[in-house]
């Protein structure tokens, strides 16, 4: 019996002990504190990425605009320079500026291009692709997404090898293959590009006609699959600003997409407005399904990486210095390429399909006709110099903001690397800048050369810094003269899918 009792008490004891039990959360105050951190910079994530998604939608719309709205402007006052200056003799050395030059070009690749789109008959693709099975059409759209990927990469290059072989200077040695062969390159890449966009568009424009709604909702599913991919991955702030690039990109890209499907169907019911309001649904599922899986990604991307939310405004103010630069006297670049460059986003082979479902979907006929059409491209000139303005206004707010004022007199790249090298062209870093080569290092045993292309883009990991801190040997100092120095937000300038840069 005492046994028993005093297995009784003791099981009454542990019981009362189990109720009764306390803890003190200030105990590990840091560990608690950290996760209401994470807590709060998950929430606050939508609101900073939908910031700088915004402003890089209009950021690609004004690219987008300049190819509709000031290009043919810019190429008129070309071939008219052309065509006056040999009547009031050559006052210069060159005929054409760079820039005229570069915007000729891309007239004849649009007219070319066009011309060449006019033989491809949209319906006949339009009833091939719908005569296919469900997962015949789910596996062609990831081929053509992946394809699209692969085309931005490489298109801009192709590109931007035929803007410098055309306005090379003579002086230098010859080391390309000509300007033709260039030019008929370009062409036959804007062409390709646009054929590749134009099945994409039938491939959703089939999804949306389908009975079943089968097609969308997987086409939208396959979405979700791209969580999957991302989220579990190890991201440092470069690599997710070229996600958070990629991701503008290809918003964009389906808003236009999405903008083509629309017409396309609207003309095939004789612009009905009802019919309207039949589409309208889906196309709020589609956005819908696009910013949620944006948010959720890069929600769990910075969680799981301890990025800070305001990282973006980071992100925000690189693009924004991108503007504010390509708009000085210095500048070396066309905004629209330097977009083309960061984001991937090229809106030449968009614009070319664009303008081939508008003037196979509108019928322009009497004089009536010809006056709207000149009042639409009048009212797109002027959102586009509204946009251009309070885009700029806005750009110039969020450099100065970051303190990035100083970075806008350094001289172009071409006059930098003809100067001594110094620190703040080789770290260009915000935060911190290392210190230049010393004579000793730059005289030692010269090593290989290497591209941009050879250098990550990622951060160093923590041990890997400290490992590099707490050097000792002569070894690993002469390591740290010649580790290569990190990648800016502002050196990027290539996104693909992987995260990666290909140059």
């Not at 062209?425 to 290392?434: D, E, F, K, M, T």
């Not at 210190?435 to 923590?462: G, H």
Request: proline residues 4%; aromatic residues 10%; hydrophobic residues 45%.
């Amino acid at each position: 019996c005492s046994r028993l009792s005093l297995c009784n008490l003791s099981l009454v004891r542990f019981i009362t002990a189990e109720l009764t039990r306390g803890y003190f959360l200030e105990h590990n105050e840091a560990k608690y504190t950290e996760r209401r951190e994470r807590v709060y910079t998950c929430l606050r994530i939508p609101k900073e990425l939908e910031k700088l998604m915004t402003f890089g939608f209009f950021l690609c719309l004004d690219a987008f605009l300049y190819v509709f709205t000031l290009l043919p402007l810019r190429v008129l006052l070309a071939l008219l320079r052309l065509l006056t200056v040999p009547c009031c003799g050559l006052s210069g050395s060159r005929l054409l500026q760079p820039a005229q030059v570069c915007d000729v070009l891309k007239g004849f690749i649009m007219v070319l291009c066009y011309s060449m789109m006019s033989y491809v008959d949209y319906s006949m693709m339009y009833h091939l692709i719908r005569g296919q099975s469900v997962i015949k059409l789910y596996i062609i759209y990831n081929m053509l997404e992946v394809a699209d990927r692969l085309f931005s990469s490489f298109g801009q290059d192709i590109l931007d090898a035929l803007y410098w072989t055309a306005t090379e200077p003579k002086e230098k040695k010859r080391a390309h293959i000509g300007v033709i062969p260039h030019f008929l390159m370009a062409v036959l890449y804007v062409f390709l590009h646009a054929i590749l966009i134009m099945v994409q568009a039938t491939t959703l424009n089939v999804a949306f006609n389908s009975h079943n709604k089968s097609l969308l909702t997987i086409m939208m599913s396959n979405n979700f699959v791209e969580i999957k991919g991302s989220v579990f991955k190890k991201f440092e702030k470069n690599n997710l600003f070229q996600m958070s690039n990629s991701d503008i990109k290809e918003r964009f890209t389906n808003y236009i997409l999405l903008l083509i499907v629309c017409l396309r169907n609207m003309e095939q019911f004789s612009w009905n407005p009802d019919h309207l309001w039949v589409l309208f649904p889906d196309v709020v599922m589609v956005i819908a399904s696009e910013v949620a899986v944006d948010v959720v990604k890069h929600a769990f991307i910075t969680k799981f990486n301890d990025i800070s939310a305001d990282v973006y405004g980071e992100y925000r103010a690189s693009l924004a210095f991108d503007l504010v630069s390509s708009r000085q006297k210095n500048a070396y670049t066309d905004y629209s390429d330097s977009v083309s460059r960061r984001m991937g986003f090229i809106p030449l082979p968009l614009a070319l399909l664009l303008i081939r479902v508008v003037t196979s979907s509108v019928k322009i006929q009497g004089s009536l006709s010809f006056m709207c059409v000149l009042l639409f491209y009048l009212g797109m000139i002027t959102l586009k110099v509204l946009n251009s303005i309070v885009l700029l206004g806005t750009s110039c707010g969020f450099v100065k903001e970051a303190n990035m004022e100083e970075k806008l007199f350094d001289p172009p790249p071409s006059v930098a690397s003809s100067q001594p090298m110094t620190a703040d062209r080789v770290g260009i870093s915000l935060a911190s800048v290392n210190p230049p080569l010393s004579k000793s290092a730059e005289s030692s045993t010269p090593t290989l050369p290497k591209s941009d292309s050879d250098t990550f883009l990622t951060t160093p990991d923590e041990d890997n810094d400290d490992k590099i801190i707490n050097a000792d040997t002569g070894l690993e100092e002469e390591g740290l003269k010649h580790r290569t120095p990190k990648k800016d937000l502002l050196e990027i300038d290539r996104f693909t899918i992987c995260g990666n840069r290909i140059d």
